[in-house]
């Protein structure tokens, strides 16, 4: 008996070498997850980033999220005080801490402005881990020296990574855990130096919506995320295909037309600020792709668009045969459960903004203080009640049809190749009418409107 027990522990060892188990997402269904800090936070990007992947790749999660930023004179200043007043009331259960990047003054090295700054840290990691929630703390956004000759002057990227490795010494120290957004981008702007168009920074220290999209990866890289990269192989000639994460049928239209059929699949994660940056250049496919390839489509290129040709987009066949992005442009990201999704955290975001700067007026008389905090009150229950909303949304695609067609070719000319239509430029030469003609006196164009700007409104 006891050899067997033994044969037994010895197979379930052997087995999980050969399978190892990964790590569970650190974000449970009910936790109450705080974005912290200055300048990062005060833009939702990153949070909202975060946020996006979450409610699609575990749709079931209850999770809340919200993001807390104020730009400071000084790194830290004010920071215990805002936490008190923001963070506390929402009993967090996961608080995510940056500071330093954008913040940090634009002159040579000061050893006594880090040692304050790290004692400033190291009492704000405290007042976070007494709250009794899981505490990530990032380092700084790498500088790009390059876009401004004075960063390279003072060595300002030397300074940043000094703090980067103030913040990780800290962290180790309160057992809080790290978050190195600096080290990610840093090897990522050597990787693609020179290119304008992957620049991590707006202005050298500000983050770029590339900048941002790093600092995402980074936080779902520490928290164990499972990526989510899908891919659908279909065949043009017959009716079938696979997929790797739901389902999918196929129906086949005659030879110059397909319908697929997709259901139990997350819907697109679009992250704010994409642009056209391209899956091989862009952090988050680490995460999310759907990549559509069907080895034996016909020569000539083909559309892609939801039902009667909603949404239509051509693709090259050369990229379909080796794997196109649908997550990134095209029909799927057009649906309204992409863009419901995103309008509703934008005003949750949008809210959670106002109520803090909210915070920060002054009553201007005794007689306004309940008015005050019922309204303030007020915003809270919005925010609650926004976030209510992302929560039912549907965040999977069920029984989405996509058209796939031959595209159109454009006429031949006399020689019978392909040619483009070009539309002849109207002929203006003989045109007796001459420029300002009809006008009258002292009218040189039409007078601008201009729209009455009212009072923001949260709602979406």
């Not at 805002?82 to 002159?107: A, C, H, I, M, Y």
């Not at 790797?244 to 679009?270: A, F, H, N, W, Y």
Request: hydrophobic residues 35%.
């Amino acid at each position: 008996m006891r050899n067997i027990a033994c044969i037994s522990w010895i197979l379930l060892v052997v087995l999980a070498a050969a399978h190892p188990v990964r790590a569970e997402f650190a974000i449970g269904d009910q936790d109450r997850v705080v974005f912290f800090g200055n300048r990062v936070f005060q833009t939702p990007a990153m949070a909202m980033g975060v946020e996006t992947y979450v409610r699609i790749r575990y749709p079931e999660s209850k999770a809340r999220f919200r993001s807390y930023g104020r730009q400071a004179a000084a790194v830290l200043r004010g920071a215990v005080e805002r936490f008190e007043k923001q963070v506390v009331p929402f009993d967090p259960t996961v608080v995510v801490l940056s500071f330093v990047t954008g913040d940090v003054p634009q002159r040579e090295f000061s050893k006594d402005q880090l040692i304050r700054f790290e004692n400033d840290l190291a009492k704000m990691v405290d007042r976070a881990k007494q709250t009794r929630a899981r505490v990530y703390v990032m380092t700084p956004l790498c500088p790009e020296a390059s876009q401004r000759p004075q960063l390279e002057k003072i060595e300002y990227a030397a300074t940043i990574e000094q703090y980067a490795g103030a913040i990780r010494t800290i962290a180790q120290e309160k057992g809080a855990t790290v978050i190195d957004w600096f080290a990610v981008s840093k090897q990522y702007s050597a990787e693609h130096a020179g290119s304008k168009r992957l620049a991590i920074t707006a202005d050298g220290t500000h983050p770029s919506a590339l900048g941002f999209a790093l600092g995402a990866t980074a936080i779902l890289d520490a928290w164990g995320a499972d990526p989510c990269n899908i891919t659908l192989t279909a065949d043009w000639t017959s009716e079938s295909a696979s997929v790797s994460m739901g389902q999918v049928g196929v129906t086949q239209v005659g030879e110059d037309r397909m319908l697929l059929k997709l259901s139990g699949m997350p819907i697109p994660c679009v992250f704010p600020g994409r642009g056209t940056i391209t899956g091989k250049d862009w952090p988050g496919t680490k995460y999310y792709s759907f990549t559509l390839q069907i080895p034996n489509v016909p020569d000539g290129g083909i559309m892609i668009s939801e039902p009667n040709g909603k949404n239509a987009l051509p693709y090259l066949s050369e990229q379909l045969r080796q794997g196109t992005d649908l997550g990134f442009v095209g029909p799927l990201v057009k649906l309204d459960a992409v863009a419901d999704l995103a309008k509703w955290m934008q005003a949750k975001y949008k809210a959670v903004r106002d109520r803090q700067r909210f915070m920060q007026r002054t009553i201007p008389e005794p007689e306004y203080q309940q008015a005050y905090e019922t309204y303030y009150l007020g915003l809270a229950q919005y925010t609650e009640a926004t976030e209510n909303v992302v929560l039912r949304l549907p965040r999977t695609l069920d029984n989405v049809t996509l058209e796939l067609y031959k595209a159109p070719r454009p006429p031949k000319d006399s020689k019978g190749e392909g040619k483009a239509r070009v539309e002849p430029k109207p002929d203006t030469k003989g045109d007796p009418k001459k420029p300002g003609q009809g006008k009258k006196p002292g009218q040189s164009k039409k007078p601008t409107k201009h729209k009455e700007r009212g009072s923001p409104d949260v709602r979406p």
